[in-house]
């Protein structure tokens, strides 16, 4: 399998490369592509003509600065709410459909008559003849398009179906911190349920060293139980007061949903078929998992994206110091979800 140079799942190889080349950015490279040759080269050369008494003032300029590409860094830090989908019958003639504009609009309207108070959409764009994709800017119009049921169910006389988005976004997240080992996940879940109606997709917070009590994971729908939680600083767990924080997500990793590797997008896999995320057999119609696990990055025994990897480990390690290195340069931006759309 070969998806190029940087389209590869990561590996040893790859770490030592990475490496190698933040040791030692100005180390000539044996592997260095013709492009990448050229561009070194006229580097060298325009050090050459520079005066002497301003070379150790000049920044470093090339683009290998960072041990990723700058493509996965953009991805890591992407932090946006997701869409809902609005569905025209398939019967309909395609231009006898508003344009997505005139579609937005009526629906944003419909809602407002309807007691449902939200800001404009911030995007509304056909994604397929029949599907129209609206989304919204902040956690407060988000949480109540979510959690509404006043929708419309026909816009200019055409008959509409909304598919709201099947997972909560990671701005919805709380953590409960510092549980005692004692208490398993679904004494935990019970619990918070107990404070939090909306609390939902628990999960427990993986970290690489031992830890003497557990952190969990969980998101909140509704955005007024959101930040009363936040505000209350702790909720009750068998009778004892743990302190609720705010989910600081990860950088996001870019892999491939087709092979399961690290380092591209399933749009540019060069594997024919869909592999099982378990056993990475080919996921056909005829398919049946061994339910043995294999990571498609080292080859062992556990999922491949499983956080203790050792590759993994090393990736977003990697991952993490370049985005640092980016935002400490004005390079990158890290754009937080407002709770309120600016007036």
């Known amino acids: 399998m070969n998806h190029g140079s940087i389209n590869q799942p990561f590996n040893d190889q790859h770490v030592a490369r990475f490496t190698q080349q933040n040791s030692s950015p100005n180390t000539p490279n044996s592997a260095l592509t013709p492009k990448r040759q050229i561009e070194n080269e006229q580097y060298k050369s325009n050090l050459n003509k520079r005066p002497k008494s301003t070379l150790s003032r000049q920044p470093l300029n ?72 609206l989304g919204v800017n902040n956690k407060e119009d988000y949480s109540t398009l979510i959690l509404t049921n006043k929708w419309p169910t026909h816009v200019s006389n055409k008959r509409i179906t909304v598919l709201k988005p099947k997972f909560v976004p990671e701005c919805f997240t709380l953590v409960i911190r510092y549980v005692p080992n004692t208490f398993n996940l679904e004494q935990v879940k019970e619990e918070i349920k107990r404070s939090i109606k909306s609390a939902d997709h628990f999960k427990e917070i993986i970290y690489s060293y031992e830890r003497l009590t557990r952190d969990y ?93 050792d590759v993994i480990r090393r990736y977003r390690t990697e991952l993490n110091k370049a985005v640092n290195m980016a935002i400490c340069e004005g390079k990158l931006h890290r754009r937080e979800i407002p709770q309120q759309q600016d007036q």
């Open 217 to 309: 994971r969980f998101t909140v729908t509704d955005l007024r139980e959101y930040n009363v939680a936040l505000q209350l600083g702790r909720i009750a767990v068998g009778n004892r007061l743990q302190p609720i924080t705010t989910y600081k997500a990860a950088n996001k990793m870019t892999y491939c949903t087709k092979c399961w590797g690290l380092g591209h997008l399933r749009d540019v896999c060069t594997i024919l078929t869909q592999r099982c995320r378990i056993c990475l057999g080919n996921f056909g119609p005829n398919h049946q998992c061994s339910n043995v696990l294999k990571c498609a990055n080292c080859q062992l025994e556990h999922h491949s994206l499983d956080p203790r990897c």
């Open 62 to 133: 090339n683009n290998n600065q960072y041990s990723v590409p700058f493509s996965h860094l953009k991805r890591a830090v992407t932090n946006n709410l997701p869409c809902f989908i609005i569905q025209f019958d398939s019967n309909i003639s395609p231009s006898d459909l508003p344009s997505s504009v005139i579609a937005s609009d009526l629906i944003h309207e419909n809602l407002i008559q309807h007691g449902v108070r939200i800001n404009p959409f911030s995007v509304a764009v056909f994604t397929g003849k029949y599907e129209l994709k």
